[in-house]
């Protein structure tokens, strides 16, 4: 009983907290479908998680950040704070989770995406782990403007056992 009314409790403080900011930004509100590692829908609307860079789907650890996501999202609600509509559409949002933490942070932490300072000013670095740049060479080469290799990057093209690891997040031994 008394998990119930702590859990209706932060419900309600995280609920507030999205209609106080109603008035100074569009916020939704709702379950997510994550699509990937920085991107999900909530309700119907299609959001760009603000400031971070997570792999593509067919690239290294695309398919662990995907699964990352889900499972902070897995059975909250999640409340988006829209600043800006990017270049393909998607609302440009802060996510947090009913508890106050912000569904960027927690994928930077993890490992599985990288802050963006262009976007973030740095916001998220401090969280990144050790070597996180290096696991996510393509979303780094991205953000250093090496849009081409981030382009041509064909996982079809490589061996099966390194296209295993590269789509499943898996580290050679």
């Given at each position: 009983m008394q998990f119930l009314q702590l859990h209706q409790q932060i419900l309600a403080r995280h609920l507030k907290s999205c209609l106080e900011s109603m008035f100074h930004r569009h916020v939704i509100t709702g379950r997510a479908s994550v699509l990937d590692g920085?991107?999900?829908?909530?309700?119907?609307?299609?959001?760009?998680?603000?400031?971070?860079?997570?792999?593509?789907?067919?690239?290294?650890?695309?398919?662990?950040?995907?699964?990352?996501?889900?499972?902070?999202?897995?059975?909250?609600?999640?409340?988006?704070e829209a600043i800006a509509t990017d270049w393909y559409g998607r609302r440009v949002a802060r996510c947090t989770l009913p508890d106050g933490r912000d569904l960027s942070a927690?994928?930077?932490?993890?490992?599985?995406?990288?802050?963006w300072p262009k976007y973030s000013s740095?916001?998220?670095?401090?969280?990144e782990p050790h070597g996180a740049r290096r696991m996510l060479w393509l979303a780094d080469a991205r953000q250093q403007g090496?849009?081409?290799?981030?382009?041509?990057?064909?996982?079809?093209?490589?061996?099966?056992?390194?296209?295993?690891?590269?789509?499943?997040?898996?580290?050679?031994?």
């Open positions: 920085d991107c999900l829908y909530v309700g119907q609307t299609k959001i760009r998680l603000f400031g971070v860079d997570a792999p593509e789907l067919n690239h290294p650890y695309g398919v662990k950040a995907k699964w990352a996501l889900v499972n902070l999202c897995t059975g909250n609600l999640i409340c988006a927690e994928m930077v932490k993890q490992g599985l995406a990288l802050d740095g916001r998220y670095a401090h969280l090496q849009i081409q290799l981030w382009r041509d990057f064909d996982v079809a093209s490589m061996p099966d056992a390194a296209k295993n690891l590269a789509l499943e997040g898996g580290e050679a031994r």
